[in-house]
């Protein structure tokens, strides 16, 4: 079964930094891609983040560049966010998505739970 | 980057009956390759997002067929033909052809009336 658990969520004040991780199983993850996606309160799903399976290509929304970084360890199973200079508009939940290949191409076919993080004094 | 909009952003149902959600892009989704790169997620109270249908038209595993998506270019629609009480929550449509970065609509709340 495939299974993304996320952690390392909080409550940080602006400008502090915070980092999370996606744990995967169930699934051979360094063949996939993987993408970061949050939802904050009161908004729609927004697009974070985007790695490939050797970390040769990584992308990042205008609204988060220089500011986060996404990373992998193939040989852990685990995805990362670093997030520094963090703002009250980074408030979200924040999720790991894997997105298909073959058989489903180009959608994020599962998603882990989601963890919080808030940016507020 | 493309804009993906939706319609209605709020949609009460009466259980047993049908529903209908638009999504518009601002640049055709249509590959070469003949797919329309356009996804479509419900986001369900107190849970992460789950796909229903993937490449405009193909039902993601596990998902009822009472679900159905259509359209290609720049329009899609997503139908549910009889709606059920668990089928509330948001419904989200995603670009995946001109990325990055992924795009997703604003979001369409069906609730049961």
């Known amino acids: 079964e495939?299974?993304?658990?996320?952690?390392?969520?909080?409550?940080?004040?602006?400008?502090?930094?915070?980092?999370?991780?996606?744990?995967?199983?169930?699934?051979s993850f360094s063949d996939y891609n993987m993408?970061?996606?949050?939802?904050?309160?009161?908004?729609?799903?927004?697009?974070?983040?985007?790695i490939s399976g050797s970390s040769n290509t990584i992308y990042y929304a205008d609204s988060v560049k220089g500011r986060f970084t996404v990373s992998r360890d193939n040989a852990k199973n685990s995805l990362y966010l670093q997030m520094t200079g963090l703002r009250a508009e980074d408030t979200a939940v924040?999720?790991?998505?894997?997105?298909?290949?073959?058989?489903?191409?180009?959608?994020?076919?599962?998603w882990g739970q989601?963890?919080?993080v808030t940016v507020s004094s | 980057d493309i804009v993906m909009t939706q319609s209605p952003l709020s949609l009460p149902v009466t259980p047993g009956e049908p529903a209908t959600i638009s999504c518009r892009s601002s640049q055709s989704l249509l590959h070469s390759n003949g797919n329309n790169y356009l996804d479509?997620?419900?986001?369900?109270?107190g849970q992460s997002p789950q796909l229903l249908i993937y490449l405009g038209s193909d039902r993601a595993s596990g998902v009822p067929d009472r679900f159905s998506g259509s359209g290609s270019g720049t329009d899609f629609t997503l139908k549910i033909?009889?709606?059920?009480?668990?089928d509330v929550g948001v419904y989200y449509c995603m670009q995946?052809?001109?990325t990055p970065p992924r795009s997703f609509g604003q979001g369409t709340k069906l609730e049961i009336k």
């Open chain 2, 81 to 86: 033909s009889r709606v059920e009480a668990e």
């Open chain 1, 2 to 27: 495939v299974q993304l658990v996320e952690s390392g969520g909080g409550l940080v004040q602006p400008g502090g930094s915070l980092r999370l991780s996606c744990a995967a199983s169930g699934f």
């Open chain 1, 114 to 116: 989601g963890t919080l």
């Open chain 1, 94 to 110: 924040y999720y790991c998505a894997r997105k298909g290949t073959v058989l489903v191409p180009a959608a994020l076919d599962y």
């Open chain 2, 40 to 45: 479509w997620y419900l986001q369900k109270p």
């Open chain 2, 96 to 98: 995946a052809l001109h």
């Open chain 1, 35 to 50: 993408n970061w996606v949050r939802l904050a309160p009161g908004r729609g799903l927004e697009w974070v983040s985007y």
